[in-house]
């Protein structure tokens, strides 16, 4: 079992940046690899970004390329969202999810992850 906690969500305006946590208890943080999500009102849940276990290898969305870093501590046992350059379309609640071993492809759908969060909103106002 893992058990995921986002913090960090909040009101920016357009252009600005907000840094969302996402700390993991249960089993050991770091051997699993760890996911960003969000969904807006009437759309489906989304892939926005993927951390390997080891923090070596990330994995974005075309949309939040070059604007959003994943990275973890898994001496802290959390996973950061930083997220700049923010737009109006990034609105939405941000989910972040373990995906434990064994991986199952592909490893940007919702269906690869095992846990989840309970998510925290993000409102970039234009």
């Known amino acids: 079992q893992v058990q995921l906690v986002e913090s960090g969500g909040g009101l920016v305006q357009a252009g600005g940046s907000l840094r969302l946590s996402c700390a993991a208890s249960g089993r050991t943080f770091s051997m699993y690899a760890m996911g960003w999500f969000r969904q807006a009102p009437g759309k489906e849940r989304e892939f926005v970004a993927r951390?390997?276990?080891?923090?070596?290898?990330?994995h974005y969305a075309e949309s939040v390329k070059g604007r959003f870093t994943i990275s973890r501590d898994n001496a802290k046992n959390t996973v950061y969202l930083q997220m700049d350059s923010l737009k109006p379309d990034d609105t939405a609640v941000y989910y972040c999810?373990?995906?434990?071993?064994?991986?199952?492809?592909?490893?940007?759908?919702?269906?690869?992850?095992?846990?989840w969060g309970q998510g925290t909103q993000v409102t970039v106002s234009s």
């Open positions: 951390i390997s276990s080891s923090g070596g290898v990330t």
């Open positions: 999810a373990a995906d434990t071993p064994p991986v199952t492809p592909p490893v940007t759908g919702v269906g690869s992850y095992d846990y």
